[in-house]
């Protein structure tokens, strides 16, 4: 197979595609992972690929459904979890507080679920689009949207009650 | 809230890796050509994990009490990556066989195993995070290397070193991360045997049967009896009939290293290129009438495969790397005969 463009779409789409698979993992090693497997399906329908309305969105469908299958999960003797990454400076450690809960709250959220909450409000689909990803209805989409919302929320409040100095809405006011 | 929400996600993101671009180009075309199929040996062996416990009810520690004896002492807490940890187990002071695990052939024989291939360190980049006797008078090793910017590791096994160690792959080399514990079970005999080698001081966690990787949850996770981050013992397997891998997570002063799975391997078995692999095609739905399509073709020629919940088509099975090549060769001709390729 000659490369016929896929290099270049690839310097052009991993960036975004490790920021999404970032979200749905919390861990560098298995991002990178996701990214990876995307690419190679990819790779294998690159023809297919091309022809798509947007090839970024096709590749982002088959990270996500890549991510949230049971094979995927199952696959993986790659996926690991690493803790939050070294970042010098004090000035940062505000902003690594309130990242890592956002982290953790996203994990106390089921796969499909952390894929929604990440479809709709980072990739900014709508419902529509978000169950067209996920082959699912679009009330199953509203469905995890509001549970996903509502467990975040209660993941960040709990963490708030818990402890007042590292309160996410505190963080973000100050 | 979702406004919150989503700027709470994009500061999140900023934390995600940055990509290597035209690196991992190459690295994909790699992994695509070199072997154009996904090995999920837990998938694999969870379904002969099941066979065997519906012959043996309860499995239960049948090797003893840890062999905390053959760990060898030293080592230092506060080791950031298991690269730089020192060599531990009962062999670590035996430069012969440090040698003979440094140099090991990383290769497995599995047609030219994508992760194989890639994953292969020079020996000056490899280290032996240990090697020393287990279970029956084995010998196995654990080498880490580092290579394309990525840390790998390979298990290695002797079953018989009474004739010279001589140490073949357990497994297809894999990637790793610094702090996660890396573990191989042997499950001959529906008896499961665990070694897992974690950073000296760490914890180790093992639950028989985990379900997913992602969440908090690790319930089911019970510590193991270490010695200098080195576990050697007895396990349970999962329970029969549940689509459940066993797995392990380590704890340190920084925190816990949720859980990965541990490999496996039956050491009553010949070695050699087989291996319970699953292979998968990497349509998605959004043609439904793609899976019924081409499972129809695929069953036809032979494979009993599988329509998975995100629509690709599946079969997992003990193939041969022929075997593998046989099916994506038969995929192709399926896709094009029904005007999917």
């Known amino acids: 197979m000659s490369d016929d463009g896929f290099t270049d779409f690839v310097v052009e789409v991993e960036g975004p595609l490790l920021r999404t698979a970032y979200l749905l993992t919390g861990?560098?090693?298995?991002?990178?992972?996701?990214?990876?497997?995307?690419?190679?399906?990819?790779?294998?329908?690159?023809?297919?690929?091309?022809?798509?309305?947007?090839?970024?969105?096709?590749?982002?469908?088959?990270?996500v459904t890549s991510h949230v299958s049971w094979r995927r999960r199952m696959s993986t003797s790659e996926q690991v979890i690493e803790t939050v990454p070294d970042r010098p400076g004090d000035d940062l450690q505000d902003r690594l507080a309130t990242t890592d809960l956002v982290r953790a709250a996203l994990r106390e959220l089921s796969p499909k679920a952390r894929a929604v909450v990440v479809l709709r409000w980072f990739e900014d689909l709508t419902e529509a689009e978000t169950a067209r990803v996920l082959g699912c209805s679009p009330s199953t989409v509203s469905t995890h949207a509001a549970r996903g919302l509502a467990a975040l929320r209660?993941?960040?409040?709990?963490?708030?009650?818990?402890?007042?100095?590292?309160?996410?809405?505190?963080?973000?006011?100050? | 809230m979702s406004t919150d929400v989503r700027t709470l996600l994009h500061d999140l993101a900023a934390?995600?890796?940055?990509?290597?671009?035209?690196?991992?180009?190459?690295?994909?075309?790699?992994?695509?050509?070199?072997?154009?199929?996904?090995?999920?040996?837990?998938?694999?062996?969870?379904?002969?994990?099941?066979?065997?416990?519906?012959?043996?009810?309860?499995?239960?520690?049948?090797?003893?009490?840890?062999?905390?004896?053959?760990?060898?002492?030293?080592g230092t807490t506060g080791v950031e990556s298991l690269f730089d940890a020192p060599t531990r187990g009962s062999l670590a002071d035996d430069a012969d066989a440090v040698a003979v695990a440094l140099g090991a052939s990383?290769?497995?024989?599995?047609?030219?195993?994508?992760?194989?291939?890639?994953?292969?360190?020079?020996p000056e980049n490899r280290h032996v995070a240990f090697v020393g006797e287990v279970r029956g008078g084995q010998v196995w090793a654990l080498v880490?290397?580092?290579?394309?910017?990525?840390?790998?590791?390979?298990?290695?096994?002797?079953?018989?070193?009474?004739?010279?160690?001589?140490?073949?792959?357990?497994?297809?080399?894999?990637?790793?991360?610094?702090?996660?514990?890396?573990?191989?079970?042997?499950?001959?005999?529906?008896?499961?045997?665990?070694?897992?080698?974690?950073?000296?001081?760490?914890?180790?966690?093992?639950?028989?049967?985990?379900?997913?990787?992602?969440?908090?949850d690790t319930t089911g996770f019970e510590d193991l009896p270490s010695a200098d981050g080195v576990v050697q013992t007895g396990v349970q397997l999962p329970p029969a009939g549940v689509q459940a891998a066993p797995g392990i997570s380590a704890t340190s002063g920084a925190g816990e290293v949720p859980a990965r799975w541990v490999d496996s391997f039956d050491s009553s078995r010949p070695?050699?290129?087989?291996?319970?692999?699953?292979?998968?095609?990497?349509?998605?739905?959004?043609?439904?009438?793609?899976?019924?399509?081409?499972?129809?073709?695929?069953?036809?020629?032979?494979?009993?495969?599988?329509?998975?919940v995100n629509g690709s088509l599946s079969f997992d099975g003990l193939l041969t790397g022929e075997g593998v090549d046989a099916f994506w060769a038969d995929l192709d001709r399926c896709e094009t005969s029904t005007g999917y390729r």
């Open chain 1, 154 to 174: 209660r993941h960040l409040d709990a963490t708030s009650a818990a402890d007042p100095d590292t309160s996410i809405y505190a963080r973000r006011t100050s």
């Open chain 2, 144 to 216: 880490l290397g580092r290579t394309s910017g990525q840390l790998a590791y390979s298990w290695f096994v002797d079953p018989d070193p009474a004739d010279g160690l001589a140490l073949q792959p357990a497994g297809v080399p894999s990637r790793t991360t610094a702090a996660a514990p890396i573990g191989l079970l042997d499950v001959a005999g529906g008896s499961g045997y665990l070694v897992v080698v974690a950073r000296p001081g760490d914890q180790v966690r093992y639950s028989p049967a985990v379900t997913g990787l992602f969440t908090a």
């Open chain 2, 106 to 122: 990383w290769q497995t024989g599995i047609t030219d195993a994508a992760a194989g291939q890639i994953l292969d360190p020079a």
């Open chain 2, 271 to 308: 070695f050699g290129p087989s291996a319970w692999t699953s292979v998968e095609s990497s349509e998605l739905p959004s043609d439904p009438s793609y899976g019924p399509l081409i499972q129809r073709c695929m069953v036809d020629a032979g494979w009993g495969v599988s329509v998975s």
């Open chain 1, 27 to 63: 861990d560098h090693g298995h991002a990178e992972d996701l990214v990876q497997t995307a690419l190679v399906k990819a790779h294998r329908h690159w023809a297919k690929v091309q022809r798509a309305d947007s090839p970024l969105a096709y590749v982002r469908r088959i990270l």
């Open chain 2, 15 to 74: 934390d995600a890796p940055r990509g290597r671009g035209e690196e991992t180009a190459d690295l994909v075309v790699d992994l695509h050509r070199a072997q154009d199929r996904r090995r999920l040996r837990w998938a694999g062996v969870a379904a002969a994990i099941a066979v065997v416990v519906a012959v043996v009810p309860v499995l239960v520690d049948r090797s003893g009490p840890t062999d905390a004896s053959a760990v060898a002492a030293g």
